[in-house]
């Protein structure tokens, strides 16, 4: 059985972030209706701006919903759904029946690829936060746009001289956007705002704050976090015209971490985000006849209830030690977790006993169905996975499990029932999505699976700037040509 035929098998067969509950439906969709309201009289005022502009000026509005699987768009009645904004893009525009990402299936890496058209091997941002086994950067993620190895969108924008807009976009800090608002955070405290004051645009977010009230903490992935940052990004757009406007939601990421997918309060929060949508449709002038807009997610999600403890597995092997306090204190092998997989470093690539010893012991946990370790790859193998470039081996958990970075034991320990993604793309579970309508885009068509490289030269295309190292293509050019 082939690597492919493999994962599929197993198909068939977290680090978890704060979260705020969502509210009632019925509150929820209440308070939205005022929102609505709110925004609806501020576009009236703003109406100027928001003049239908010539196909050759169309902006391109993305919004990425954290976490969005497909099916639960494409087969909503199946679920019970009511998001008719969302299945508006099934007649009205074109859409992915799911869209293969890259490994790890997390955050950061994934929304890096939708705006450069490479893998993490290429682009440089590997998961979302940077190997730090001795914890000095005291948790921080990859904030930083300057680790980008290649042209992002905004970069291809920049250089045609269009102005951009993005609010809550992973990898953005310091990033060559015109009105930036970055995701950003350290402490949780109000620090984080002051913080997120200086990183943003100079002047961008003091002038919307007075507009429209308080911003959400970066790290906030309740529902009235996204409704904030929603609002952040109407004023924008309205005030500021941006011909690329990136939107990044999270609050359905933080309750499938925290609840599993498929759970009620999950389908709670894609009703109000989708609700939302209608609030950026109507209220910000952004609809079928003025502007592109494109919904994207980064991951899928899969139940997760059991955690693979791979540091406390090297440690009884002597490859990693730690104090009386469960500190490290050293070691020559350790994993990079990123859920449902993980790479496995070594301090001294040369040290060859070490890396016997590492191959040892997960050829051993392989051959173990309960030890969650679905396969590892080392060596060559590794170029083909176009992720985690700098890693000894590379390990894949089963579905079901999560690798997580505790030193102490059991090497595999049952917890409360939740969600995590991270796992090999090759598996449907971990697919996102991809709609897109707007002027200029074919309706009701189908795209298949796509690849999530094909999302930026896809949008340069629409924006008219050009991505030349893009791994991907445009995928609606060539779904004019299919028959």
Request: overall charge neutral; aromatic content about 8%.
């Amino acid at each position: 059985m082939n690597h492919d035929q493999l994962l599929r098998t197993q198909a068939e067969g977290r680090n978890l972030r704060p979260y705020a509950r969502p509210l009632g439906i019925g509150m929820m969709l209440a308070r939205t209706a005022a929102m609505m309201g709110r925004l609806f009289a501020l576009a009236v005022l703003l109406s100027p701006a928001l003049v239908a502009q010539t196909s050759s000026e169309t902006p391109v509005v993305v919004v990425s919903i954290d976490g969005l699987k497909p099916d639960c768009v494409l087969e909503a009645t199946k679920y019970g759904l009511r998001i008719p904004n969302l299945r508006r893009f099934l007649t009205e525009g074109a859409y992915a029946s799911g869209v293969a990402g890259v490994l790890p299936s997390s955050t950061f890496p994934s929304h890096t690829t939708l705006m450069t058209g490479v893998s993490p091997a290429k682009h440089g941002i590997y998961a979302n936060r940077p190997f730090d086994p001795f914890g000095k950067n005291m948790g921080g993620s990859c904030f930083y746009a300057e680790d980008i190895r290649v042209p992002a969108l905004w970069d291809a924008a920049a250089r045609k001289g269009l102005t951009t807009g993005a609010v809550h976009w992973p990898v953005t800090v310091g990033a060559d956007i015109t009105c930036n608002i970055p995701a950003y955070w350290r402490t949780g405290t109000e620090d984080d705002i002051k913080l997120l004051r200086v990183l943003s645009t100079p002047g961008l977010f003091a002038e919307i704050e007075r507009a429209v009230g308080p911003y959400a903490a970066s790290n906030d992935e309740s529902f009235a976090a996204d409704e904030r940052r929603l609002a952040y990004a109407v004023q924008l757009y309205a005030t500021k015209k941006p011909r690329l406007m990136l939107i990044h939601l999270d609050s359905l990421d933080g309750v499938q971490h925290k609840q599993g997918p498929y759970s009620r309060d999950s389908f709670e929060t894609i009703e109000h985000i989708d609700a939302l949508l209608g609030t950026i449709r109507s209220s910000a002038g952004i609809d079928l006849h003025r502007a592109i807009l494109c919904v994207v997610s980064d991951h899928g999600f899969a139940p997760v209830s059991r955690e693979v403890r791979l540091n406390f597995a090297l440690r009884n092997a002597a490859l990693l030690t730690v104090d009386q306090d469960g500190k490290l204190t050293d070691y020559r092998a350790i994993i990079h977790s990123a859920g449902g997989s993980a790479a496995v470093r070594l301090k001294d690539p040369g040290d060859h006993a070490a890396r016997l010893k590492t191959r040892e012991l997960l050829d051993s946990l392989t051959r173990d169905p309960t030890s969650g370790v679905l396969r590892f790859y080392e060596g060559d193998q590794i170029a083909g996975l176009r992720g985690f470039p700098d890693a000894d081996f590379v390990v894949m958990a089963r579905i079901g499990f999560t690798f997580v970075s505790s030193f102490e034991g059991p090497i595999v320990k049952s917890v409360v029932p939740r969600g995590n993604h991270g796992y090999s793309p090759e598996l449907t579970e971990m697919d996102s999505a991809f709609f897109i309508s707007g002027p200029g885009i074919p309706t009701g068509r189908a795209l298949g699976r796509m690849d999530m490289r094909d999302v930026a030269p896809t949008l340069a295309e629409l924006l008219g700037v050009e991505l030349p190292g893009a791994e991907g293509r445009d995928l609606l050019a060539v779904s004019k040509t299919a028959p």
